[in-house]
């Protein structure tokens, strides 16, 4: 009966096991980020006909997919989380977006 109590009090060991919800966002987010990639992602090779290192430009989408956890973690605004997950995605790929519309055979027809 005692170790129920126990479980319950705030300096207990359950909660102390809970986690930041930043820390969450990114441990959530992190693995999330390599499903794009796994379907279709941005292609090097179009990068290298520009004479671009096409394996290293790719990664600018990967981080920034994978910073997007992060970004919902830290943020406070807007106050809903599934107001923040879009808001922080749109934030994070734009930049990149622009370059995959300015890069030729890229983006959109």
């Known amino acids: 009966m ?14 102390r096991l809970r986690l930041p919800y930043a820390l969450v ?3 959530v987010g992190l693995p999330l980020a390599w499903l794009p990639p796994l379907v279709h992602g941005p292609i090097p ?3 290298n006909l520009l ?12 981080s920034a997919r994978m910073m997007i956890g992060f970004l919902v973690g830290i943020t406070r ?7 923040r997950g879009p808001l922080c995605g749109f934030l994070a ?3 990149l977006g622009l370059v995959s519309v300015a890069t030729p055979n890229c983006g959109p027809p």
Do not use: H, N
């Open 2 to 15: 005692e170790s129920d109590e126990t479980e319950r009090q705030p300096g207990s060991e359950a909660a």
């Open 25 to 27: 966002c990114t441990l």
């Open 45 to 47: 090779e179009k990068f």
């Open 51 to 62: 004479y671009i290192k096409g394996s290293i430009a790719v990664w600018g989408w990967y």
């Open 77 to 83: 605004w807007p106050r809903p989380w599934y107001l």
């Open 93 to 95: 790929m734009f930049p």
